[in-house]
């Protein structure tokens, strides 16, 4: 399987260049009536009302020191951590490529008490997401499915979904080929739609990366969280995280 092509969207600089930043705030609740309180609301005050959402996920944890990797700068943390890289595939996608991304560690709360602040960076890619992954020095941490509903607010996204993890291996050296380590796969069922009483629902809200504006990036979040006050709380916290 070829190495995937990268197309990053932000062009490749010699001098020092803006880093930019994401916000987030995660939620969750339990049960029908919740769940449909929620979805009621997302769908009558967002943009274009709901679509659906289903995600494949990999995480990936770095096994080398930052100085020797070579893909993304120290400038991504701040402090000389590499960053977290998390694959995400579309598979209601015709093509399924990957969006790679890097994040960083989150603000201090002192400075960003409301929500999360993380450098970010998002790239298209396709190919052989493992082997991509080994060449910049991570191993394989965990794989998961996100089933359920995205809608869109001003400049933010809202995911609400389900998630099956199906492998978190914390200590696991990345395989040099498809056949040492095949990749468990979901069954294509629909069993998340019909049993919402039966399993937690998370929400979880994004901006998109950007190097200026992280006020309006927070306000964004702030305007989601005060829309859906009294139904679910909308806090730091990332409960959903499978890594």
Known sequence: ????????PY???????QVPYEACLYGSMTGADEFRSVFDRLTLRTENGASHMHVRELTFKVQLPAASNMFYSAQMTGDGNAPELVCRQDLLEEKKSWIISTRGRAEPVRLHPIAIVRPALHSRATGDIHGFASSLGYLFQSEAYKRGFTFGRGIATINLYQLDVVCAFKSMALPQTPDVYPLKHIPETDKWEKAPEEATWYIEVKTPPTPVGIPASVEALVDIRDLLKGLVDLNRDNIASHR
């Open 11 to 17: 062009p490749q600089q010699s001098q020092q260049v």
């Open 1 to 8: 399987m070829a190495m995937p092509t990268l197309n990053p």
